[in-house]
C-alpha cells in the first residue's frame, strides 16, 4: 500500500496551495544557509553536516603539489630564478631555469617527499617531513583566521601556524610566541585538503619573491 501510493502521489500529484510552496521554498532556504555556512573556501562542499574544525581535525598527507617559486634581483647584473614543483604522491621533481644577466642555465632533480600533518579539535598540530632521507617534525598550535579583508579571506579561510617546537633547537612556549606561518585553504571536505600557495615579498632594493600554487592532502 505505501508504494502504491507514493507511486500514485508520483503520477497525479495534488495541487499545493501557494502559501504551502512559499513556506516550502523559505524553509529550504534557511536550511540551505546553515549548511552553506560551513561552507568558506572557494572549492568547499556546498552542503555539509561537519563543521571546518571536525572536517580538518584529523591526519592527513600530502599527495599532489604544483607551485612555483621565483625570485628577481636588479642592479649591476639582472638575476631571475623560477623552480617548478611538481609531486606525485611519492617524489618531489623539480625544474629550475636561472638568468644572470644574458646566461640562462636550467637544471632538474627529483628526490623522494612526504608530509604528514594532524590537527585536532583542541587546537594543536604535529607535522612531519622527509626530504631526500632527511626527516623534520615540527609540532605547535593553529587556529582559524577572522575575516581579513585587505587579503582578501573570508573568516575561516585560513589557519595560523605557530610551531612550539621542531623549528629550532628551542622549545617555545608562553602565549606571546610568534606565528609563522598561514594556511590558505582552497577546499576543505571530508576526505580532502586543498592549500593555496599565494605569497609576494618586495624588499626596498627592489628584489621580488613569489611563491604560487597548491598543495593537495587527502585523509590518511
Excluded at 54 to 77: I, M, P
Excluded at 150 to 164: H, R
Aim: some cysteine; charged content about 20%; proline content about 2%.
Amino acid at each position: 500500500m505505501f508504494c502504491a501510493k507514493i507511486f500514485h502521489n508520483f503520477v497525479k500529484p495534488k495541487q499545493k496551495p501557494m502559501k504551502t510552496i512559499i513556506k516550502a521554498s523559505f524553509i529550504f532556504a534557511v536550511v540551505a544557509a546553515l549548511f552553506s555556512g560551513c561552507k568558506k573556501g572557494e572549492n568547499d562542499p556546498f552542503l555539509s553536516l561537519k563543521s571546518r574544525t571536525s572536517r580538518l581535525s584529523k591526519e592527513w598527507k600530502l599527495v599532489s603539489a604544483d607551485y612555483t617559486e621565483t625570485f628577481s634581483s636588479t642592479g649591476s647584473v639582472d638575476y631571475y630564478s623560477s623552480t617548478h614543483y611538481t609531486y606525485d604522491g611519492a617524489e618531489m621533481n623539480e625544474s629550475n631555469s636561472t638568468t644572470i644577466g644574458t646566461n640562462t642555465t636550467t637544471s632538474t632533480d627529483s628526490y623522494l617527499y612526504s608530509i604528514n600533518v594532524e590537527f585536532t579539535k583542541e587546537g594543536s598540530f604535529e607535522q612531519t617531513i622527509s626530504s631526500d632521507g632527511i626527516t623534520s617534525v615540527g609540532a605547535g598550535y593553529w587556529t582559524w583566521i577572522h575575516k581579513i579583508k585587505d587579503q582578501e579571506l573570508s573568516n575561516k579561510e585560513a589557519v595560523i601556524l605557530t610551531y612550539a617546537s621542531g623549528t629550532s633547537n628551542s622549545t617555545l612556549t608562553g602565549t606571546s610566541i610568534n606565528p609563522d606561518q598561514i594556511m590558505v585553504i582552497d577546499k576543505l571536505s571530508s576526505s580532502e585538503l586543498v592549500v593555496i600557495y599565494d605569497y609576494k615579498e618586495t624588499t626596498t632594493d627592489g628584489d621580488v619573491l613569489t611563491q604560487t600554487g597548491t598543495m593537495t592532502f587527502q585523509e590518511k
